[in-house]
């Protein structure tokens, strides 16, 4: 199974970005999915995850800017970013909170304030 993680970019702060990340392999469906975030000197954390069922869970430092979703028929999970704030540049990556997977290039966000 890979995954590859895209959309990311410079934007100003206040403005969106939508991420995707394409799960190539069997059991998509039954996977719960996250995205993740690595900010430079910083440990990788989680920002948000939805479930096979659409069951969405966030992190308090982007709830309400950002929302995670899911198209199973295309095994792809979203992140709608919007409301940046410069504090939100980072490498963002997704990866399976079911069975973790190799975490794959990530895509980069940049904020400019």
């Known amino acids: 199974v890979q995954l590859q993680a895209s959309g990311g970019g410079l934007v100003q702060a206040g403005r969106s970005l939508r991420l995707s990340c394409v799960y190539s392999?069997?059991?998509?469906?039954?996977?719960?999915m996250g995205w993740y975030r690595q900010a430079p000197g910083k440990q990788r954390e989680l920002v948000a995850s939805v479930t096979g069922g659409g069951s969405r869970n966030y992190a308090d430092s982007v709830k309400g800017r950002f929302t995670i979703s899911r198209d199973n028929s295309k095994n792809t999970v979203y992140l709608q970013m919007s409301s940046l704030k410069p504090e939100d540049k980072a490498v963002y990556y997704c990866n399976s909170k079911t069975a973790a997977m190799n975490w794959g290039q990530g895509t980069v966000v940049t904020v400019s304030s």
């Open positions: 392999g069997g059991g998509f469906s039954f996977n719960t």
